[in-house]
């Protein structure tokens, strides 16, 4: 079994789901609402937790009303508490969610800002998977501590740390990143992704085919999913096909982390 430390995001998602997206200037109503725990960091430790891995989350969260339902997914799931607390509010993501599953995101970052470098305590981790909303200087050091570092590269900054194992990206992340060395996967949607060595296409593989409810998750059940395949020494091609597979999964289902499938629902599907 896999031990990986996840230092990110923790958030509390309010999700609108609305039969479309609004223009801008425009009201759309007739929406349903609904609340549960998010952040790319909390998403990916709960998708790389029902996977299969041994994680530990390192994060903030406030000392609100909003905290305890941020993390309930998190202690769901049985993810080591590496998290804190402080006097800034907890994370908070607005999402609306129209009938083909496509997706805005709006976050307030609020406490995920305040993770600080000395806060990265990675425990008994065979890697580190990390995102980027949370402050730079502390990805940065937690690539400096981990024994594999990977990195999911969203949302897009103008630069990231080296020495990456695997950076994830979409192609918006990639223009933010330019040239990159080493092992590349590209995300492409519904087209699936690609992974890339050094520039040079090296896998390839597409997602199954399933009816689109909700993408919020679908990036992180990905990336979560081509790691703890990685690190259970898979192949590479291996390893993207299943990344592809709990990506489709995720987006399957309503919610973020309610949607993140099992080791099990990925191998049903393949």
Do not use: Y
Not at 38 to 63: E, H, S, T
Not at 137 to 150: G, N
Not at 178 to 191: H, S
Request: charged content about 20%; aromatic content about 2%.
């Amino acid at each position: 079994m896999p031990c990986l430390t996840v230092v990110g995001s923790i958030n509390l998602d309010l999700v609108v789901r609305a039969a479309r997206l609004p223009r801008p200037g425009e009201t759309v109503t007739g929406a349903a609402f609904s609340r549960g725990p998010g952040g790319k960091g909390a998403n990916q430790a709960v998708a790389a937790a029902r996977l299969g891995a041994a994680v530990r989350m390192v994060g903030c969260v406030g000392r609100d009303s909003f905290a305890a339902e941020a993390l309930a997914g998190l202690r769901e799931a049985r993810v080591e508490e590496g998290w804190r607390a402080c006097d800034a509010p907890t994370g908070v993501a607005l999402i609306t969610v129209d009938a083909g599953g496509e997706t805005t995101i709006v976050v307030s970052p609020g406490a995920n800002d305040e993770l600080r470098p000395e806060d990265v305590q990675l425990g008994e981790a065979d890697a580190v998977l990390c995102q980027q909303e949370i402050p730079a200087e502390t990805v940065t050091r937690a690539a400096e501590l981990a024994p594999r570092f990977f990195l999911n590269a969203a949302p897009a900054r103008a630069a990231a740390p080296p020495g990456a194992e695997l950076t994830i990206v979409n192609r918006l992340e990639l223009d933010a990143l330019g040239e990159r060395r080493g092992l590349v996967c590209l995300t492409l949607g519904a087209e699936g992704a690609v992974l890339l060595e050094d520039g040079v296409e090296v896998a390839r593989a597409a997602p199954p085919p399933v009816e689109a409810v909700d993408g919020t998750a679908a990036g992180d059940a990905f990336t979560a999913c081509l790691v703890v395949s990685l690190l259970e020494g898979r192949d590479r091609e291996e390893a993207l096909h299943r990344a592809c597979v709990a990506g489709a999964l995720a987006a399957s289902k309503p919610g973020a982390q309610s949607s993140l499938p099992t080791a099990e629902e990925v191998d049903c599907l393949l």
